[in-house]
């Protein structure tokens, strides 16, 4: 059974700092990994796929890398802001029925 | 930009009573999915629907659940007498191919007194 776990749970920073967050899962034949945001009380807005033959994937400040081989990815976030503060989740499918597991997410504040 | 929507933003309802969760799907996508997310846990599925029928559920998705697409553009979900268990966040998600992007609505929260 697939398990994914983010680390760390939580995790503050002063704005303008790099940061990187830590997803893992223990199946490693994944089909593709997603990253989320999650306002507190709102819904989960996709920020990156990654598909199982990529290495990396971009999109403005944020750039997600994934080491199958090795149950792995990281979501770098350049430059933070206070309003990347939210939570992010990362998700894999695994096997072709295209369910996504997710892991507990990341919580993040960036402060002024 | 397309998104996927959901109705109502917020249900409460008293136990053993029957709710339906509205979802509008992005209008090209063919694959609709239910997850949830009970308070400080993590989301999780439900069940899957393509070609008009469920093609996996998980073992949360009892006889008390059933999901529908009544129309081309609305996909339901009916839990017929709720529980207390069944509070949480209802998120819908629809995408255009297997493992294509999932788009996430914006949930319904549930809560059964």
């Known amino acids: 059974k697939q398990e994914v776990t983010q680390i760390p749970a939580a995790l503050s920073v002063p704005e303008g700092e790099n940061l990187v967050l830590n997803c893992s899962f223990t199946d490693s034949a994944i089909y593709n990994l997603q990253w989320f945001r999650q306002d507190p009380g709102k819904g989960l807005t996709s920020l990156l796929l990654?598909?199982?033959?990529?290495r990396e994937q971009t999109s403005g400040r944020l750039n997600a890398s994934l080491d199958k081989s090795s149950g792995r990815s990281t979501l770098y976030i350049a430059a933070s802001q206070p309003g990347d503060s939210a939570t992010y989740l990362c998700?894999?499918?695994?096997?072709?029925?295209?369910?996504?597991?997710f892991g507990t997410g990341t919580r993040l504040q960036v402060t002024l | 930009e397309p998104e996927v929507t959901q109705t109502p933003s917020h249900q409460v309802t008293q136990m053993g009573q029957e709710v339906i969760l509205r979802c509008v799907p992005i209008s090209n996508h063919l694959y609709f999915y239910w997850y949830r997310q009970i308070l400080g846990q993590k989301v999780e599925f439900l069940v899957s629907f393509y070609n008009n029928e469920i093609s996996e559920k998980s073992e949360i998705f009892d006889d008390q659940f059933s999901v529908e697409r009544p129309d081309g553009s609305n996909f339901t979900l009916k839990i017929r007498s709720t529980k207390l268990e069944d509070s949480a966040m209802y998120f819908c998600a629809s995408f255009w191919d297997i493992g294509s992007e999932q788009f996430f609505g914006p949930g319904t929260r549930l809560t059964v007194l």
């Open positions: 998700a894999v499918i695994t096997g072709t029925a295209s369910k996504l597991t």
């Open positions: 990654i598909q199982s033959s990529q």
